[in-house]
């Protein structure tokens, strides 16, 4: 029988979620909500419909960019850090005390903010996606969970090689080279 692993996250995971499917074909059985599962506060709204029921053997969570979004009328986030933060404490405490599953946490991907001031009618900006991505680590480290760096991993290639015109979300290749890294960063979970 397959191990069940279930990816979790907004449209950059609805993006690389096919290409982990077939990466870890016949070794486990990859599955996500089909909605954008948005920011953090709708995540642990849904945390036992998207992640308990489904009985997972690992869960890969993203979620940040919708966060960390702001109106360009606005000096504040969708999610404030603090708040995002302590989503995440009881999101992996909900998770932990309720399921045997391995949590990966992934960090948020770049943004090229002038590029996507240039396409929306909101704001995210690369400061903000390194403090969320901070507070999220800390969150994460208190807890042992690991952090899949998937900022790291685009920006070692070079931040704007994959990304779309948006400025958030990502090419074909950009997504192949995230559902490769989550792969990779599954397998030896399994």
């Known amino acids: 029988m397959l191990r069940k ?7 950059i995971r609805m993006g690389y979620q096919d290409m982990v499917r077939r990466e870890l074909e016949n070794v486990a059985d990859v599955r996500g909500p089909e909605a954008n599962c948005g920011d953090s506060s709708r995540i642990l709204q849904h945390v036992d419909e998207w992640i308990i029921a489904p009985s997972p053997d690992v869960v890969h969570i993203n979620c940040g960019l919708h966060d960390l979004r702001r109106d360009y009328d606005s000096e504040l986030q969708r999610v404030p850090v603090e708040l ?3 989503n995440l404490e009881a999101l992996f405490q909900a998770v932990m ?3 045997r599953a391995q949590v990966v946490w992934a960090a948020t991907t770049p943004v090229n903010e002038q590029w996507h001031r240039d396409k929306k009618d909101f704001e995210r900006l690369e400061s903000q996606v390194s403090a969320y991505n901070a507070a999220a680590a800390e969150v994460a480290g208190r807890f042992g969970i690991p952090v899949n760096d998937l900022f790291d991993v685009v920006t070692r290639v070079g931040r704007d ?6 400025g958030v979300h990502f090419t074909g290749p950009g997504y192949e080279l995230l559902g490769e890294a989550v792969a990779g960063f599954i397998r030896p979970l399994l």
């Open 5 to 11: 692993v279930v990816l979790i996250g907004d449209s």
């Open 84 to 86: 995002y933060a302590s």
């Open 97 to 99: 005390s309720a399921s």
């Open 161 to 166: 090689t994959f990304l779309s015109p948006d």
